[in-house]
């Protein structure tokens, strides 16, 4: 089973290199986002420039696991040589770990240029322990986006699938406080940012890669979330080989 997720992992990752636009997408957004939004603006708070970055390596994984996975697997879906593979006996699983491997593999890589940017233009500040904790709240935190982006794609068609994921993105980015502050945006917004589970996302990795201290109920409907998009995604995928296969 290893070697078949290995084998699954590396078609994967070869097709992103192949096509390397999402990749590319996927690391400077969030890379022109501290350029423009967090150096001169937050940059010179030791706290606001660590918390502002955490965000910003989180809408870089968001990037790639709600656009780039849903976008793949729609795709995929209406190539000839997919029907194939879902006859092969290994089942699913290798091909679904493959996905999230190499998504998470595209999320380390959009990470690296928003570490750099914090270390060169602002006072961010972090231990080594801390930033381990906090790439690792970024991977776990998108969970559940992975998990939409896998509901998306077996859903839907891929020019549908395109603008579905571009709009749920941005306003999950701006409602969860990772794009601006919630501190400057009106209340209602940040009593609806609670049951986002952006907003839990960033709840994590605040607290693993910063110290603040989160709240519970962000991170309570985080969980909920990470439940119900793993059984939309369950659905999807076996409503599409129904469809395939009546």
């Known amino acids: 089973m290893f070697s078949l997720i290995l084998a699954h992992t590396r ?7 192949r096509v390397p636009i999402g990749l590319l997408a996927g690391t400077l957004f969030p890379a ?5 939004f967090v150096v001169p603006f937050a940059g010179g708070d030791p706290l606001s420039a660590t918390t502002a970055t955490g965000s910003m390596m989180l809408i870089g994984a968001m990037s790639s696991a709600l656009m780039s996975l849903s976008i793949s697997v729609s795709q995929d879906r209406e190539q000839p040589w997919n029907p194939y593979l879902r006859t092969l ?6 091909r679904f770990a493959g996905r999230i491997l190499t998504t998470m593999g595209m999320m380390v890589i959009s990470v690296i240029p928003v570490l750099v940017i914090a270390g060169l233009f602002t006072e961010a500040t972090i231990t080594a322990p801390r930033l381990l904790l906090g790439v690792t709240a970024v991977l776990v935190s998108s969970i559940p986006f992975m998990l ?9 068609p891929s020019k549908a699938a395109i603008a579905v994921s571009q709009i749920l993105f941005f306003p999950l980015a701006i409602v969860g406080g990772l794009m601006v502050p919630l501190q400057v ?4 917004v940040e009593t609806i940012s609670r049951f986002v589970p952006s907003r ?9 890669a910063a110290g603040v201290e989160p709240k519970t109920l962000p991170l309570v409907a985080l969980v909920i979330w990470t439940l119900i998009a793993g059984a939309a995604a ?13």
């Open 234 to 246: 369950a659905w999807a995928y076996r409503r599409d080989e129904g469809r395939r296969f009546s």
């Open 185 to 188: 945006m009106p209340a209602f």
């Open 148 to 156: 939409i982006g896998l509901f998306i794609g077996f859903a839907m």
């Open 32 to 36: 022109i986002s501290m350029l423009a």
């Open 89 to 94: 006996p290994a089942g699913p699983f290798p």
């Open 11 to 17: 078609y994967q990752a070869l097709e992103q290199l």
């Open 200 to 208: 839990g996302a960033g709840e994590l990795v605040w607290w693993l």
